[in-house]
T-cell receptor, first 115, second 111 residues
Framework: GAGVSQSPSNKVTEKGKDVELRCDPI?????LYWYRQSLGQGLEFLIY????????KSGLPSDRFSAERTGGSVSTLTIQRTQQEDSAVYLC?????????????FGPGTRLTVT | GQSLEQPSEVTAVEGAIVQINCTYQ??????LSWYQQHDGGAPTFLSY????GLEETGRFSSFLSRSDSYGYLLLQELQMKDSASYFC????????????FGSGTRLSIRP
């Protein structure tokens, strides 16, 4: 079946602009995660959605970052007033649920470049 | 605090065996996962240890010892395509489903 998809694959934006990144999880997966990965670095947790529960936003680096998940499926990560330090690959992942969070399926990522 | 430590780089020869270690400091966790990421690609799940001991999946094996706060990924019969970064990850107790990833080990395979 279809895997996790993300769009756009690449985004170049000017400092100060807002950007929206989209994630389509695997159908039937109730858990959705956003991560950020800088070049040559590990994965930095940003936010987690599980079903209709309140999201875990503890990883969001500032109030410029927000995310929503509509209908328990598609998710959008929004970065307002982008800064150069926001440049990174943003990865989305999904899993069947809490008990399967150890096995996450990742999308190809969105490479964000802030100039 | 919670942290995972891995060697930043490992080099091995094609056909050989290599072990990538992961040591952690966390008050409690549900299990240890391993992911592989090729350059420019997305991480892909390799294995999971929910209990202490060895888990084997083909050429890859993973080990966990909670008493030693230690785990490792063992890759046998190395192939050039195994050149990638490898990340260990844990789900700490009490963190809902947040996963903490190590900083990754870049494995380079030489002919």
């Amino acid at each position: 079946g279809a895997g996790v998809s993300q769009s756009p694959s690449n985004k170049v934006t000017e400092k100060g602009k807002d950007v929206e990144l989209r994630c389509d999880p695997i159908s039937g997966h109730t858990a959705l995660y956003w991560y950020r990965q800088s070049l040559g670095q590990g994965l930095e947790f940003l936010i987690y959605f599980q079903g209709n529960s309140a999201p875990d936003k503890s990883g969001l680096p500032s109030d410029r970052f927000s995310a929503e998940r509509t209908g328990g499926s598609v998710s959008t990560l929004t970065i307002q007033r982008t800064q150069q330090e926001d440049s990174a690959v943003y990865l989305c992942a999904s899993s069947l649920g809490d008990s399967s969070s150890y096995e996450q399926y990742f999308g190809p990522g969105t490479r964000l470049t802030v100039t | 605090g919670q942290s995972l430590e891995q060697p930043s780089e490992v080099t091995a020869v094609e056909g050989a065996i290599v072990q990538i270690n992961c040591t952690y400091q966390t008050s409690g966790f549900y299990g240890l996962s391993w992911y592989q990421q090729h350059d420019g690609g997305a991480p892909t799940f390799l294995s999971y240890n929910g209990l202490d001991g060895l888990e084997e999946t083909g050429r890859f094996s993973s080990f966990l010892s909670r008493s030693d706060s230690y785990g490792y990924l063992l890759l046998q019969e190395l192939q050039m395509k195994d050149s990638a970064s490898y990340f260990c990850a844990v789900r700490p107790v009490g963190s809902a489903s947040k996963i903490i990833f190590g900083s990754g080990t870049r494995l380079s395979i030489r002919p």
